[in-house]
Nanobody, 126 residues
Framework: QVQLVESGGGSVQTGGSLRLSCTTS????????MAWFRQVPGKEREGVAG????????FYSDSVKGRFTISQDNAKNTLYLQMNSLKPEDTAMYYC???????????????????WGQGTQVTVSS
């Protein structure tokens, strides 16, 4: 059974940085797509950034372009999200998502990801 475990969340002030990690276990082959999503209470879960298994970036949301960087270390089965210049509006629960064996037509859409982590909270104070 594939498991995704996020870490690295926390509380920072505006302008600060955090690096989220997501480690995958239980898989015998790599996911073809991975991504970070975030959600605040009462709102839809939105895609933040995505990456293909070959390292190609699939997307960044407009709100994080130039501030966040997605990367992966396939040898460590770990996905990262470096978040710089954080703003209060980045406050959310951040989820790691993976697509195993699925044809991902739109990596921004959560329906194409069949495995999810439990989430890690990021809080940015002004």
């Amino acid at each position: 059974q594939v498991q995704l475990v996020e870490s690295g969340g926390g509380s920072v002030q505006t302008g600060g940085s955090l690096r989220l990690s997501c480690t995958t276990s239980g898989n015998t082959y790599s996911a073809n797509y991975m991504a970070w999503f975030r959600q605040v209470p009462g709102k839809e879960r939105e895609g933040v950034a995505g990456i293909e298994n070959n390292g190609a970036i699939t997307f960044y949301s407009d709100s994080v372009k130039g501030r966040f960087t997605i990367s992966q270390d396939n040898a460590k089965n770990t996905l990262y999200l470096q978040m710089n210049s954080l703003k209060p509006e980045d406050t959310a629960m951040y989820y790691c998502a993976a697509a195993f064996g699925i044809a991902v037509l739109d990596p921004r859409r959560r329906i194409y990801y069949n495995y999810w982590g439990q989430g890690t909270q990021v809080t940015v104070s002004s």
